[in-house]
């Protein structure tokens, strides 16, 4: 049957196969988490841009459905 350093070296070569496939599957998580942080990063980025246009805006002016400042009053500017 197998012999003690046979089942050694098999068992070395298993162990090195297993910590490569891990590794990769770490390597494959990490570019997930970057995907992942940098859409959050840029969705503050646009929420920090947008709030600072709503503060900007004169009261009144703001219209919620378009996410915009209007340049004229409701009703016409009369």
Not at 14 to 38: C, F, K, M, N, P
Not at 57 to 71: E, H, I, S, V
Request: charged residues 25%.
């Amino acid at each position: 049957m197998f012999t003690t350093p046979r089942l050694i070296a098999a068992a070395a070569a298993l162990a090195i196969v297993a910590a490569v496939v891990a590794w990769i599957y770490r390597q494959g998580g990490d570019d997930v988490r970057t995907s992942i942080e940098r859409q959050n990063n840029e969705a503050g980025r646009t929420a920090d841009d947008v709030r600072s246009r709503f503060d900007l805006c004169p009261p009144g002016m703001w219209d919620f459905g378009a996410g915009k400042c209007r340049r004229t009053a409701p009703g016409g500017g009369h």
